[in-house]
C-alpha cells in the first residue's frame, strides 16, 4: 500500500524560503502524478502545484515564479521549493498522488497528516 508522508514545514520570515518533502514509500514516486495542497484555516483545501509521471508541472498562480515542484527519485520524493514566501503562505501543506493524474482534492478520502508553514515576522 502506497503511503506519501510530508515534511520540511515551519517557521520563516517574509520573504525567506523553505523545501517540503513528500516521501513516497510502497511504490515507485515516478509512478504517480503529485501534487501539494494547502490549506489555511477557514479556507478550503487549494491545489498549489503538481508534477505529471512525465514530469510536467503546473502551479496555481499564487505559486508560479516562487515555488518549484521536483522529483528526487534517489530519496523516492517529491520537493516543493518555496521561495519569498508571504503571510498568505501560511498553511498546513499535504500531498498526494494518483497513478492517472487524478488530483483534484475531492477525490481522495485521506491525507496524510501534513507540514505546518508559518509565515511571520
Known amino acids: 500500500q502506497v503511503q506519501l508522508v510530508e515534511s520540511g514545514g515551519g517557521l520563516v520570515e517574509p520573504g525567506g524560503s523553505l523545501r517540503l518533502s513528500c516521501v513516497v514509500s510502497?511504490?515507485?514516486?515516478?509512478?504517480?502524478?503529485v501534487g501539494w495542497y494547502r490549506q489555511a484555516p477557514g479556507k478550503a483545501l487549494e491545489l498549489v502545484a503538481r508534477?505529471?509521471?512525465?514530469?510536467?508541472?503546473n502551479y496555481t498562480d499564487s505559486a508560479k515564479g516562487r515555488f518549484t515542484i521536483s522529483r528526487d527519485n534517489g530519496k523516492n520524493s517529491i520537493d516543493l521549493q518555496m521561495n519569498n514566501l508571504e503571510p498568505d503562505d501560511t498553511a498546513v501543506y499535504y500531498c498526494?498522488?494518483?497513478?492517472?493524474?487524478?488530483?483534484?482534492?475531492?477525490?481522495?478520502?485521506?491525507w496524510g497528516q501534513g507540514t505546518q508553514v508559518t509565515v511571520s515576522w
Open positions: 510502497g511504490r515507485r514516486s515516478s509512478d504517480y502524478a
Open positions: 498526494n498522488g494518483d497513478r492517472f493524474g487524478l488530483l483534484e482534492p475531492s477525490r481522495f478520502g485521506s
Open positions: 508534477i505529471s509521471r512525465l514530469d510536467s508541472t
